[in-house]
């Protein structure tokens, strides 16, 4: 299994509301990401927990809150977000959180729309 | 082309031609290398890597080159078909840097 599964793959939420972002992987890795993609633009890091723990926030509004029930699974809690946070919301894993260590295995986003 | 605004970097070419894609990266101390392919509506998709031990490496139809003296990067496909028509993105991380991705070429191929 070389899949990370994204949940839901569409989003629209309005501004008071609160909505999760569900990301799994069954690929043992012990590293796991959030990113944020607007259109025509790169991907851009917001959070990496590796074996379980935050290890990097890009500094990302604590509107967005983030949480690794256990190793396969990676939430993105979502609470009060404005409109410019509508974007392509990538999840992915890699084997460990070192940036020279192979591939990250994206998933197929969740499209968020915001009210 | 540069990238203006929303405006993504456009490698327009013909179906059966190669195609070469460049990236310039930042970070000397980068050692790792990878290209991404993101087809509309998905997320990336990977191609190939090249650490900074190698020059050159080859896989189906793509190549990658790297030139650590001038920091650049480019990724060559043989035979462009249609279904290579996509956004590339080059990545370049190290030890104790994360993945970082650069700005994205938009290849799209003409019948």
């Known amino acids: 299994d070389t899949e990370v599964t994204q949940t839901p793959k569409h989003l629209v939420m309005g501004m008071t509301n609160k909505k999760s972002l569900k990301c799994e992987q069954h690929?043992?890795?012990?590293?796991m990401y959030w990113y944020k993609q607007k259109a025509k633009k790169p991907p851009e890091l917001m959070f990496v927990?590796?074996?379980?723990?935050?290890?990097i926030n890009e500094s990302v509004p604590s509107r967005f809150s983030p949480e690794c029930p256990n190793s396969s699974l990676l939430n993105l809690h979502l609470h009060a977000l404005q409109p410019e946070d509508s974007a392509l919301y990538l999840c992915?894993?890699?084997?460990?959180?070192?940036?020279?260590?192979?591939?990250?295995?994206f998933g197929e986003g969740s499209r968020l729309t915001v009210l | 082309g540069e990238s203006v605004g929303l405006h993504l970097p456009t490698l327009s070419v013909q179906e059966g031609d190669n195609s070469i894609i460049n990236c310039a990266y930042s970070?000397?101390?980068?050692?790792?290398f990878i290209w991404y392919k993101q087809e509309s509506g998905k997320g990336p998709q990977f191609i190939i890597d090249?650490?900074?031990?190698?020059d050159k490496r080859q896989g189906q139809r793509v190549t990658v080159l790297l030139n650590k003296t001038v920091k650049h990067l480019s990724l060559q496909i043989a035979a462009t078909q249609p279904g290579d028509s996509a956004v590339y993105f080059c990545?370049?991380?190290?030890?104790?840097?994360?993945?970082?991705f650069g700005t994205g070429t938009l290849l799209a191929v003409q019948p």
């Open positions: 970070n000397s101390a980068s050692d790792y």
């Open positions: 990545a370049e991380g190290g030890a104790t840097n994360k993945l970082i």
């Open positions: 992915a894993s890699s084997l460990n959180d070192r940036g020279n260590t192979g591939e990250l295995f």
């Open positions: 690929m043992g890795h012990r590293a």
């Open positions: 090249i650490r900074s031990n190698m």
């Open positions: 927990y590796s074996y379980e723990k935050l290890s």
